[in-house]
């Protein structure tokens, strides 16, 4: 994890842990749970929700898709995101959007990542 201070912290307000799969229990947090990490974002994509059936069973699915342009080389998806709606969200699918445009000259190079969760 590694927070980009070269960007502005109004324009990501959100501040978000997250932590790994395995302290994780029926959507509870164990009790020896380690935040891996926090990363600031803000909402890429507004919470979604529609109905999915599996097998006789009809439920609601909840999606978010958030933007950081924070350094998450250790999240990883079925991570679980602590969302400041108090709730755990778990990872879906990562997408690292490069913005360096002289790559080739620059020691850290900045990106943007969108994090897509579900719960």
């Known amino acids: 994890m590694a927070i980009d201070l070269t960007q502005n912290r ?3 307000p959100d ?3 997250y932590v790994k799969g ?3 229990d029926k ?3 164990t009790q020896d749970a380690v935040i891996q990490g926090i990363f600031y974002s803000t909402d890429e994509v507004a919470q979604t929700v529609e109905e999915v059936v599996q097998g006789n069973i009809k439920r609601k699915q909840y999606t978010i898709t958030l933007a ?3 350094i998450l080389n250790d999240l990883t998806t ?5 969302y400041i709606d108090g709730y755990l969200w778990r ?7 490069d913005k360096t445009e002289s790559k080739e000259f620059s020691k850290r190079p900045s990106a ?4 897509e969760l579900y719960r």
């Not at 079925?78 to 602590?82: A, N, S």
């Not at 990872?91 to 959007?97: A, G, I, Q, S, Y």
């Not at 943007?112 to 994090?115: G, V």
Request: glycine share 0%; aromatic share 10%.
């Open 68 to 70: 950081t342009p924070d």
């Open 112 to 115: 943007r990542t969108l994090i």
């Open 10 to 12: 109004d324009k990501y």
């Open 27 to 29: 959507m509870e947090l």
């Open 91 to 97: 990872v879906r699918k990562l997408t690292v959007d």
């Open 78 to 82: 079925d991570d679980y995101v602590l």
């Open 15 to 17: 501040r978000c842990k």
């Open 22 to 24: 395995t302290y994780v």
